[in-house]
Protein backbone atom coordinates (compact mmCIF):
# COMPACT_ATOMS: atom_id res chain seq x y z
CA UNK A 1 0.00 0.00 0.00
CA UNK A 2 1.63 3.21 -1.33
CA UNK A 3 -0.90 5.82 0.41
CA UNK A 4 -0.41 7.33 3.52
CA UNK A 5 -0.80 5.95 6.25
CA UNK A 6 -1.03 6.94 9.86
CA UNK A 7 -0.26 5.62 13.42
CA UNK A 8 -2.15 4.43 15.89
CA UNK A 9 -5.84 4.19 14.28
CA UNK A 10 -7.47 4.64 17.59
CA UNK A 11 -6.16 5.77 20.77
CA UNK A 12 -7.78 6.01 23.75
CA UNK A 13 -5.82 8.54 26.47
CA UNK A 14 -6.72 9.58 30.00
CA UNK A 15 -7.60 13.34 30.41
CA UNK A 16 -4.04 15.01 31.27
CA UNK A 17 -1.85 12.38 29.32
CA UNK A 18 0.28 13.27 26.69
CA UNK A 19 -0.45 11.18 23.34
CA UNK A 20 1.55 11.26 19.61
CA UNK A 21 0.58 10.57 16.40
CA UNK A 22 2.43 9.72 13.40
CA UNK A 23 1.95 10.10 9.52
CA UNK A 24 3.72 8.67 6.95
CA UNK A 25 3.09 10.18 3.67
CA UNK A 26 3.12 8.90 0.33
CA UNK A 27 6.64 8.95 -0.70
CA UNK A 28 8.37 12.10 -2.46
CA UNK A 29 5.52 14.04 -1.32
CA UNK A 30 6.86 17.19 0.36
CA UNK A 31 3.71 18.74 1.56
CA UNK A 32 1.75 17.29 4.76
CA UNK A 33 -1.34 18.52 6.05
CA UNK A 34 -2.93 17.60 9.66
CA UNK A 35 -6.45 18.21 9.65
CA UNK A 36 -8.81 17.45 12.49
CA UNK A 37 -12.34 16.10 12.34
CA UNK A 38 -14.88 15.96 15.16
CA UNK A 39 -18.71 14.53 14.89
CA UNK A 40 -20.53 16.06 12.59
CA UNK A 41 -18.20 17.92 11.12
CA UNK A 42 -15.87 17.90 7.86
CA UNK A 43 -12.11 18.31 8.80
CA UNK A 44 -10.57 21.57 9.84
CA UNK A 45 -7.17 22.32 9.17
CA UNK A 46 -4.56 22.51 12.08
CA UNK A 47 -1.55 22.99 10.29
CA UNK A 48 1.07 21.92 6.63
CA UNK A 49 4.69 21.53 6.21
CA UNK A 50 6.44 21.85 3.39
CA UNK A 51 9.41 19.49 3.35
CA UNK A 52 10.52 19.99 7.12
CA UNK A 53 9.33 23.48 6.98
CA UNK A 54 6.60 24.10 9.14
CA UNK A 55 4.76 26.61 6.98
CA UNK A 56 1.39 27.51 8.93
CA UNK A 57 -0.44 26.64 12.09
CA UNK A 58 -4.59 27.29 12.64
CA UNK A 59 -5.19 28.88 15.82
CA UNK A 60 -6.99 25.94 16.25
CA UNK A 61 -3.57 24.59 16.97
CA UNK A 62 -3.16 25.30 20.91
CA UNK A 63 -0.08 25.30 23.00
CA UNK A 64 -0.47 21.88 23.95
CA UNK A 65 -0.38 21.21 19.86
CA UNK A 66 2.99 20.58 18.47
CA UNK A 67 3.98 18.81 15.11
CA UNK A 68 7.06 18.50 13.53
CA UNK A 69 8.62 16.54 10.65
CA UNK A 70 12.48 16.43 11.45
CA UNK A 71 13.75 14.65 8.18
CA UNK A 72 10.92 16.08 5.44
CA UNK A 73 9.48 12.49 5.55
CA UNK A 74 7.00 11.52 8.18
CA UNK A 75 5.41 13.53 11.10
CA UNK A 76 4.12 13.55 14.09
CA UNK A 77 1.57 15.29 16.25
CA UNK A 78 2.08 15.38 19.78
CA UNK A 79 -0.74 16.82 22.20
CA UNK A 80 0.19 17.56 25.60
CA UNK A 81 -2.31 17.44 28.98
CA UNK A 82 -5.02 15.75 26.66
CA UNK A 83 -8.90 17.54 27.46
CA UNK A 84 -11.65 15.92 26.71
CA UNK A 85 -12.18 18.38 23.76
CA UNK A 86 -9.89 16.78 22.43
CA UNK A 87 -11.45 13.62 21.31
CA UNK A 88 -11.21 14.09 17.71
CA UNK A 89 -10.88 12.18 14.33
CA UNK A 90 -7.01 13.43 12.98
CA UNK A 91 -6.13 13.06 9.56
CA UNK A 92 -3.01 13.61 8.05
CA UNK A 93 -2.86 14.45 4.27
CA UNK A 94 -0.17 14.95 1.66
CA UNK A 95 0.64 16.42 -1.69
CA UNK A 96 3.09 17.17 -4.57
CA UNK A 97 2.64 20.27 -6.29
CA UNK A 98 2.54 21.51 -8.81
CA UNK A 99 2.44 18.82 -10.44
CA UNK A 100 0.39 15.86 -8.12
CA UNK A 101 -1.17 18.57 -6.30
CA UNK A 102 -4.55 16.67 -4.72
CA UNK A 103 -4.17 16.18 -0.88
CA UNK A 104 -4.64 12.50 -0.58
CA UNK A 105 -5.89 11.41 3.05
CA UNK A 106 -5.05 8.79 5.29
CA UNK A 107 -6.99 6.31 7.41
CA UNK A 108 -6.45 8.72 10.21
CA UNK A 109 -6.03 8.60 14.04
CA UNK A 110 -9.54 8.09 16.16
CA UNK A 111 -8.49 10.11 20.02
CA UNK A 112 -10.80 9.74 22.67
CA UNK A 113 -10.07 11.29 25.86
CA UNK A 114 -11.75 9.99 28.92
CA UNK B 1 -11.98 33.44 5.59
CA UNK B 2 -13.32 31.01 3.49
CA UNK B 3 -16.71 29.65 3.85
CA UNK B 4 -18.27 26.18 3.00
CA UNK B 5 -21.79 25.96 3.57
CA UNK B 6 -23.52 22.37 2.88
CA UNK B 7 -26.84 23.05 4.26
CA UNK B 8 -28.36 19.35 3.93
CA UNK B 9 -26.90 16.73 6.46
CA UNK B 10 -28.75 13.93 5.13
CA UNK B 11 -30.53 13.20 1.36
CA UNK B 12 -32.02 10.03 0.69
CA UNK B 13 -32.58 9.27 -2.65
CA UNK B 14 -34.46 6.65 -4.63
CA UNK B 15 -32.38 4.30 -7.28
CA UNK B 16 -32.21 5.69 -10.62
CA UNK B 17 -33.58 9.33 -9.66
CA UNK B 18 -31.73 12.10 -9.92
CA UNK B 19 -29.10 13.27 -7.24
CA UNK B 20 -28.30 17.06 -6.01
CA UNK B 21 -26.09 18.04 -2.98
CA UNK B 22 -25.79 21.46 -2.34
CA UNK B 23 -23.15 23.60 -1.58
CA UNK B 24 -22.40 27.38 -1.39
CA UNK B 25 -19.09 29.08 -0.50
CA UNK B 26 -17.93 32.85 0.79
CA UNK B 27 -14.69 33.77 -0.47
CA UNK B 28 -13.39 36.93 -2.22
CA UNK B 29 -11.18 35.60 -4.09
CA UNK B 30 -10.94 32.74 -6.29
CA UNK B 31 -10.93 29.74 -4.85
CA UNK B 32 -10.58 26.34 -6.10
CA UNK B 33 -13.93 24.29 -5.17
CA UNK B 34 -13.82 20.55 -5.22
CA UNK B 35 -15.79 17.66 -4.05
CA UNK B 36 -14.35 14.42 -1.60
CA UNK B 37 -15.70 11.73 -0.96
CA UNK B 38 -16.08 9.34 1.97
CA UNK B 39 -17.14 5.38 1.42
CA UNK B 40 -18.18 3.70 4.37
CA UNK B 41 -14.54 2.28 5.99
CA UNK B 42 -12.60 3.86 3.34
CA UNK B 43 -10.82 7.09 3.86
CA UNK B 44 -11.71 10.41 2.20
CA UNK B 45 -11.05 10.81 -1.16
CA UNK B 46 -11.54 13.22 -4.51
CA UNK B 47 -14.61 12.69 -6.55
CA UNK B 48 -13.58 16.45 -8.51
CA UNK B 49 -13.07 19.44 -8.50
CA UNK B 50 -14.12 22.61 -10.83
CA UNK B 51 -10.86 23.37 -12.41
CA UNK B 52 -10.80 19.96 -14.23
CA UNK B 53 -14.48 19.88 -15.34
CA UNK B 54 -14.30 15.95 -15.57
CA UNK B 55 -17.58 13.77 -15.15
CA UNK B 56 -16.45 11.13 -12.27
CA UNK B 57 -18.69 8.53 -11.81
CA UNK B 58 -21.17 10.07 -13.60
CA UNK B 59 -20.84 13.08 -11.36
CA UNK B 60 -20.80 16.71 -12.48
CA UNK B 61 -20.63 19.88 -10.61
CA UNK B 62 -20.51 23.59 -11.94
CA UNK B 63 -19.10 26.13 -10.22
CA UNK B 64 -21.66 29.31 -10.35
CA UNK B 65 -19.91 32.25 -9.47
CA UNK B 66 -22.88 34.53 -9.27
CA UNK B 67 -25.39 32.07 -6.84
CA UNK B 68 -21.15 31.17 -5.21
CA UNK B 69 -22.41 27.55 -5.54
CA UNK B 70 -21.03 24.55 -6.84
CA UNK B 71 -23.46 21.69 -6.19
CA UNK B 72 -23.20 17.75 -7.15
CA UNK B 73 -25.33 16.10 -9.11
CA UNK B 74 -25.79 12.97 -11.11
CA UNK B 75 -28.63 11.34 -13.32
CA UNK B 76 -29.54 8.35 -11.90
CA UNK B 77 -28.44 7.12 -9.00
CA UNK B 78 -26.59 4.01 -8.05
CA UNK B 79 -26.52 1.95 -4.99
CA UNK B 80 -23.07 2.50 -4.74
CA UNK B 81 -23.31 5.96 -4.44
CA UNK B 82 -24.13 6.18 -0.81
CA UNK B 83 -21.75 7.52 0.92
CA UNK B 84 -20.38 10.86 3.00
CA UNK B 85 -19.78 13.74 0.12
CA UNK B 86 -17.67 16.68 1.52
CA UNK B 87 -17.55 20.04 -0.50
CA UNK B 88 -14.56 22.06 -0.04
CA UNK B 89 -12.56 25.03 -1.27
CA UNK B 90 -8.85 25.97 -1.20
CA UNK B 91 -6.87 28.82 -2.59
CA UNK B 92 -4.89 26.55 -4.38
CA UNK B 93 -6.00 23.09 -3.86
CA UNK B 94 -3.44 20.99 -3.19
CA UNK B 95 -0.62 23.85 -2.31
CA UNK B 96 -2.26 25.01 0.72
CA UNK B 97 -4.75 24.53 3.81
CA UNK B 98 -8.40 23.29 2.13
CA UNK B 99 -11.65 24.69 3.93
CA UNK B 100 -14.60 21.49 4.15
CA UNK B 101 -18.22 21.50 4.60
CA UNK B 102 -19.99 19.72 7.24
CA UNK B 103 -20.67 17.23 4.80
CA UNK B 104 -23.92 15.44 3.32
CA UNK B 105 -24.48 11.71 4.15
CA UNK B 106 -26.40 10.62 1.39
CA UNK B 107 -28.74 7.14 1.18
CA UNK B 108 -29.41 5.91 -1.83
CA UNK B 109 -32.82 3.54 -1.32
CA UNK B 110 -33.21 0.17 -3.75
Known amino acids: DTGVSQDPRHKITKRGQNVTFRCDPISEHNRLYWYRQTLGQGPEFLTY????????KSRLLSDRFSAERPKGSFSTLEIQRTEQGDSAMYLC????????????FGPGTRLTVL | AQRVTQPEKLLSVFKGAPVELKCNYS??????LFWYVQYSRQRLQLLLRHISRESIKGFTADLNKGETSFHLKKPFAQEEDSAMYYC????????????FGTGTRLTIIP
Open chain 2, 27 to 32: YSGSPE
Open chain 2, 88 to 99: GSGLNFGNEKLT
Open chain 1, 93 to 104: ASSQPPFADTQY
Open chain 1, 49 to 56: FQNEAQLE
